[in-house]
């Protein structure tokens, strides 16, 4: 078994889980009244910040739609940070449901709820003159997310090896409400569609529209990574500064050069249009930048050790393994912290999906310096039974310095199993038992 479990709770499915702070009470009250009597089952047994270690997270696995009550202290919540971010890498239907107004909520939200927000339904009750109908409204997007919920059912597997924005986007873009998308997402669209309009609508010989590396640098097959940062800032200077701090647009900037351009010193128009993909769509790159980042964000926040729904996140990988899951998970096995590489190589195992890149990074966890990350890899290559993985275990199980790590290298042997895990535990084994008779030989 793998070596990262939880307390079994028990929790009944639901229509709607509802995510809310012990100071809400009163507002999530009425909401799951309100759900309740149009035939809606809702989980809103506790509040975030006071509900027991994994109960949350086992709620929100268990739920179709997940409904964020967004106040001043919510919004400075870890709990409720933790659990929105859990619900949106699983790939839940979101609903933000604000007690006051916008100006107030966003001031208080940090970067990345701001970003995993922004392009979600919201909806606001800020005006007590209309509270019946901000209730309707808000009920009407629930309903709405249920529908769409269930064209999305179709099993995520059958995309691994596809582009992880592709489907993650498709997702999000069935998700999204575009009539009651937050005020500031549509703030921002409106700035950014009159500040940039003769950009956006340059089009082509052909009539079709330019992309970003078209509009900014027409056909160079290069340009040195400032250049390229410059045109950035300069096309989505109206989204960068409604949405980030200057050093949270500092952090985007470095994400984009790492993961898009390998960290070189030049950004190539190959390795840009391997990203954006072919779409002659508006915004397109900032959909997919903004997407890069948001999955990135909620992924460290999912596994973070200090996490409140971490183990809940690992123990029901398996089912939410789409391939933006995967990709994220792959990306943390290069993170600083060993801790989280550990945490990565197991939850990899979680998803039971196997292939060459998984296999080959596992293997390379093995000759990690800390001894959890090599136990981690372990552990995961035998639960996913990577038989190519035998021969670097079995070095492994013959020299590692730490006992936890070779007894983690005979159970991933052995469960692998096949001629080569078996010879080498036969002949390892052998060769034992035959240096403990000799140690116990005496000498007249």
Not at 62 to 67: I, P
Request: aromatic residues 8%; charged residues 30%.
């Amino acid at each position: 078994a793998l070596p990262i479990s939880i307390v079994d709770v028990s929790v009944e499915p639901s229509d709607v889980m509802i995510c809310f702070v012990a100071s809400d009470h009163e507002m999530a009250k009425r909401v799951a009244d309100k759900l309740d009597t149009r035939g809606l089952s809702v989980w809103n047994e506790h509040s975030a910040d006071k509900a027991p270690p994994g109960i949350t997270g086992k709620a929100l696995m268990q739920t179709k739609v997940f409904a964020f009550i967004v106040s001043e202290e919510s919004a400075c919540s870890s709990f409720c940070e933790d659990i929105v971010s859990f619900a949106y890498i699983s790939n839940k239907p979101i609903v933000a449901a604000a007690v006051s107004d916008e100006g107030t909520i966003q001031a208080f939200l940090n970067a990345g709820l701001r970003l995993t927000l922004a392009e979600l339904p919201w909806v606001y009750f800020d005006d007590a003159s209309r509270k019946k109908q901000k209730m309707d409204d808000l009920i009407k997007n629930v309903n709405d997310l249920l529908e769409k919920a269930g064209q999305t059912e179709s099993d995520d597997r059958a995309e691994i090896g596809r582009s992880s924005f592709q489907s993650t986007i498709r997702k999000r873009d069935l998700f999204a409400t575009k009539a009651q998308k937050s005020s500031i997402a549509m703030e921002t669209s409106t700035i950014l569609e009159a500040s940039e309009k003769g950009k956006e609508q340059a089009v082509d010989d052909a009539g079709k529209l330019m992309t970003f590396w078209e509009r900014s640098f027409g056909d160079a097959a290069d340009v040195p990574w400032f250049k390229f940062q410059q045109a950035f800032l300069n096309e989505y200077q109206s989204r960068l500064q409604r949405l980030l701090s200057d050093d949270n647009t500092q952090w985007l900037l470095h994400l984009l050069r790492n993961e898009i351009f390998d960290g070189d010193d030049e950004a190539t128009r190959e390795k840009f249009m391997a990203f954006r993909g072919k779409s002659r769509e508006k915004h397109v790159f900032w959909k997919r930048a903004s997407q890069m980042a948001i999955e990135k964000y909620n992924m460290h926040q999912v596994f973070d050790m200090d996490s409140s729904v971490r183990l809940t996140a690992v123990e029901n990988l398996s089912k939410f393994s789409s391939p933006a899951v995967i990709d994220a998970l792959l990306k943390l096995l290069d993170d600083v912290d060993p801790n989280i590489r550990a945490v990565a190589a197991i939850s990899l195992a979680r998803t039971e999906v196997t292939n060459a890149k998984i296999s080959e990074k596992l293997i390379r966890s093995l000759k990690d310096p800390d001894r959890l990350v090599r136990e981690s890899g372990c552990l995961a290559l035998g639960h996913l039974k990577v038989e190519k993985a035998v021969s670097h275990i079995v070095a492994l199980w013959r020299n590692d310095a730490i006992s936890h790590v070779r007894g983690a290298a005979e159970v991933a042997l052995t469960n692998i199993g096949g001629a080569e895990a078996e010879k080498a535990i036969h002949m390892t084994k052998v060769l034992s038992d035959e240096m403990k008779v000799l140690g116990k030989a005496r000498t007249f």
